[in-house]
């Protein structure tokens, strides 16, 4: 009879409830699954447990704050998880892979480098320096023209007879 007394005050005070806990917990989806879940757990109480609730109004809300507590701690405690996770990972704490190469592909791309610096250094004068303010320095191909005193069509052919080269010197990637 006092069980059925738990469910009537559930019924009346569950919008208040959600509106509590929307406001504890900051979003109104969490509310509705905390409010859910106080349901849950009043259907699992046992006549006996409901025969000693004096004050079920209070006793709802108490059960709601203890569940919203409870869900911000688990959350508090995943998220440290996942961020030492993501640090033993070699991540950083948005997420990210951290951006180190692995010896292997370090050593590699030092050997690619030293053959694309050494194709430059072969390349007829404006060919590489065109190559150089275009690719290496990011200037436009018009800013490049106006810095040689050339015009565009020759910095076209520049970047393009230089990116060639490479491709025959050094290959791809």
């Known amino acids: 009879m006092l069980f059925r007394s738990l469910v009537d005050v559930w019924l009346e005070v569950r919008p208040a409830l959600l509106r509590f806990l929307t406001a504890r917990t900051g979003s109104s989806a969490t509310a509705e699954d905390l ?13 006996e447990a409901a025969a000693q609730v004096r004050h079920p109004q209070a ?21 440290a998880r996942d961020l030492e996770w993501r640090r033993a990972q070699g991540a950083d ?9 692995s010896a292997e592909d370090a050593t ?3 050997l690619k480098l030293e053959k694309v610096m050494t194709a430059i250094g072969r390349m007829p004068p404006k060919t590489a ?19 040689m005193g050339v015009s565009r069509s020759a910095v076209e052919k520049y970047i393009s007879g230089a990116l060639k080269e490479l491709l025959l010197k050094v290959g791809w990637p």
């Open 35 to 47: 409010v859910q879940d106080v349901w849950l757990r009043l259907q699992a109480l046992t006549g």
């Open 59 to 79: 006793f709802l809300y108490r059960m709601a704050a203890n569940l919203a507590l409870d869900g911000s701690k688990a959350q508090r405690r995943a998220g």
């Open 93 to 101: 704490a948005a997420g990210e892979a951290a951006d180190a190469p």
């Open 108 to 110: 590699w791309a030092r």
């Open 129 to 147: 320096e065109a190559f150089r303010l275009h690719k290496l320095a990011g200037l436009s191909q018009a800013e490049v023209a106006d810095r």
